[in-house]
């Protein structure tokens, strides 16, 4: 069975960092990309960048791009989102994903989110 | 850079249908494949289409999906509305000329 499972709620003051992490299991983690999604307070879902752990290739949203850092640790299966300075602006839900592949690719199966608040 | 556009809000009665709408606003929707997600109150979103309108497992058949190359944009439509439908829906599509994913704003489907 494919399970995302990510860490826990984080409560964080401006300017600290942060790493949260999605463990993957049933299905090869190295050889299938890992992408990271944040939900603001009641919006939408905003991509936020992709990783394939298995040469640690990672594209990312100009949005994102030089505010997080997206990881991966194939040895244990798991993907990171990073931040070195966090802003209140960086509360938010952040779902990991993977992308399945048929034809083409798709966010296939979701983690259940990690909440993250920050707040001084 | 092309965005995806849907309405904001639905509603409809039980056993009804609706179809929420996702356009695209430049280039052709036929270009990426078109998925849509359903996320519940509370909950990660999950997938009901695939590739423009492939049901994953478990999916009912009363979720279908088609796009429409003359005015550029894909649907969902739910049939037969169940109280339980009642969710945000967000159209997904991959920008190939930037490298980008790209979601729709999303649809919150209320079901009364």
């Known amino acids: 069975e494919v399970q995302l499972v990510q860490s826990g709620a984080e409560v964080r003051k401006p300017g600290e960092s942060l790493k949260i992490s999605c463990k993957a299991s049933?299905?090869?983690?190295?050889?299938?990309?890992i992408g990271w999604v944040r939900q603001m307070p009641g919006r939408g879902l905003e991509w936020m960048g992709n990783?394939?752990?298995?040469?640690?290739?990672?594209r990312y949203s100009p949005s994102f791009q030089g505010q997080v850092t997206i990881s991966a640790d194939k040895s244990i299966n798991t993907a990171y989102l990073q931040w070195h300075s966090l802003k209140t602006s960086d509360t938010a839900m952040y779902f990991c994903?993977?992308?399945?592949?048929?034809?083409?690719?798709?966010?296939?199966?979701w983690g259940q989110g990690a909440l993250v608040t920050v707040s001084s | 850079k092309f965005m995806l556009t849907q309405p904001h809000s639905v509603s409809e009665s039980p056993g009804k249908t609706v179809t929420i709408s996702c356009t695209r606003s430049?280039?052709?929707?036929?270009?990426?494949?078109v998925q849509w997600y359903q996320q519940r109150p509370g909950s990660a979103p999950t997938t009901v289409i695939f590739?423009?309108?492939?049901?994953p497992s478990g999916v009912p058949d009363r979720f279908s999906g088609s796009i429409d190359t003359s005015s550029n944009s894909a649907s969902l439509t739910i049939s037969t509305l169940k109280t339980e439908d009642e969710a945000d829906y967000y159209c997904?599509?991959?920008?190939?000329?930037?490298?980008?994913?790209?979601f729709g704003g999303g649809t919150k489907l209320t079901v009364l």
């Open positions: 994903a993977r992308l399945g592949f048929s034809a083409s690719y798709y966010f296939d199966y």
């Open positions: 049933g299905f090869s983690f190295a050889n299938n990309w």
């Open positions: 990783i394939y752990p298995g040469d640690s290739d990672t």
């Open positions: 430049s280039g052709s929707i036929a270009s990426n494949y």
């Open positions: 590739e423009d309108s492939h049901r």
């Open positions: 997904h599509s991959y920008d190939s000329d930037d490298h980008r994913e790209v």
